[in-house]
């Protein structure tokens, strides 16, 4: 199948998609394509029903170091074509932003600078290989970190995420140290191995409900919306939902029989 992106490269390994950042020699950087193209992409691949998970990764050194601040600084428009997404946070780079209903993974290759945190916050589990680099230059640039690092707060520690915000490029993160701090759940040693891990994560989620993931999704993710009262009524009825589904059924049958479970797929 012809890949249709400029930007970016989208692929099909058994039950997990892949998405893949496509401008290595710009490290990454989300020029205003990129910016469009992520927002169909995302959508590509959750219509896609032979794909049960999606990840998302980078060609090349780095993962993602955020807008491409070159364009931005000699296209003539800047910042400024960004400001009405921004001032009415109609975003839509992240799957997030497109509401993605199928698990996401996030698999951290190289440099993962500023507005690359858009993505690390955004996923469901993130991984990285252990040469992996974090950091923000924002404010080195003369930039206001807010929304990435405001996501990353619901993952790690308030001063670790304000200390990364205030020392911009001029200190990096490990990947042990993202780790230890709770930002990636994973680091993969050698670093070669990192789309070899994420490949065999995604086929281990996907052996699962797609219906009762979707619905634990939408009940853990709403919950950081929420107070703990609000939110425990509102996965009580995430979780009555799956009542009367095929898998609720089939689930228990085949682990009864010792065999692996015929999900329902698409519902």
């Given at each position: ?70 364009e931005i600084a000699s296209d003539g428009i800047g910042m400024e074509r960004y400001r009405e997404s ?182």
């Open positions: 199948m012809t890949n249709r992106y400029e930007t970016l490269v989208v692929e099909r390994h058994g039950p997990v998609g892949w998405l893949l950042n496509d401008r290595p020699e710009q490290l990454n950087a989300m020029n205003n394509t990129m910016r469009d193209e992520f927002a169909e992409a995302w959508l590509e691949l959750e219509a896609d029903p032979a794909v049960r998970v999606i990840v998302h990764t980078g060609n090349g050194r780095a993962f993602q170091t955020g807008v491409d601040v070159t921004l001032e009415n946070f109609d975003l839509h780079f992240t799957s997030w932003h497109q509401k993605v209903t199928k698990p996401v993974i996030t698999a951290v290759n190289g440099i993962c600078a500023g507005g690359g945190f858009h993505w690390v916050a955004d996923a469901d589990i993130v991984i990285a290989a252990s040469d992996a680099q974090f950091f923000d230059p924002h404010v080195s640039v003369g930039q206001v970190v807010a929304i990435e690092a405001i996501g990353l707060l619901r993952k790690m520690p308030f001063e670790a995420v304000m200390r990364m915000a205030l020392v911009g490029r001029h200190e990096r993160m490990s990947a042990q140290r993202a780790f230890e701090l709770g930002m990636v759940s994973e680091v993969v040693d050698p670093p070669e191995r990192l789309r070899e891990v994420a490949q065999e994560l995604g086929e281990k989620v996907a052996r699962n409900s797609p219906g009762a993931m979707a619905a634990s999704k939408r009940a853990l993710w709403g919950a950081l919306e929420m107070g703990l009262t609000e939110a425990c009524r509102a996965g009580a009825v995430d979780l009555v939902s799956m009542w009367g589904h095929p898998d609720q059924t089939e689930g228990p049958r085949a682990f009864a029989e010792r065999r692996e479970p015929r999900w329902t797929i698409g519902d």
